[in-house]
């Protein structure tokens, strides 16, 4: 079975930094596209940033343009978001989830196809 596990979310003041962590088992890592997305209480769920098979190519949502990070280590299964400069409109509940191209709608979170069960994060002040 596909399981995707994230790690590493909290409480952190604004303007601080957090790593979330997110491991897979179950699938050729290498073989998919990752993403993270967000989702606050009341609002639908919201594009972070994307990141390709093999990690040479990335994307992110204006929002966290220079403030967050996507990277992905395929020898240990993982994905990773560094977030710095936390703002308090990021609190949310973090997700990782697997899409079976890099071609297409990378924000789109109709395009994936594994989700975790997602972190949360809270950032206060």
């Known amino acids: 079975q596909v399981q995707l596990v994230e790690s590493g979310g909290g409480l952190v003041q604004a303007g601080g930094s957090l790593r979330l962590s997110c491991a897979a088992s179950?699938?050729?890592?290498?073989?998919?596209?990752m993403g993270w997305f967000r989702q606050a209480p009341g609002k639908e769920r919201e594009f972070i940033a994307a990141?390709?098979?093999?990690?040479?190519?990335?994307y992110y949502a204006d929002s966290v343009k220079g403030r967050f990070t996507i990277t992905r280590d395929n020898a240990k299964n993982t994905v990773y978001l560094q977030m710095n400069s936390l703002k308090p409109e990021g609190t949310a509940v973090y997700y990782c989830a697997a899409r079976l191209y890099w071609r297409g709608s990378v924000s789109s979170a109709n395009e994936y196809t594994y989700w975790g069960q997602g972190t949360q994060v809270t950032v206060s002040s």
């Open positions: 179950g699938l050729t890592f290498s073989s998919y596209p």
């Open positions: 990141i390709s098979r093999s990690g040479d190519s990335s």
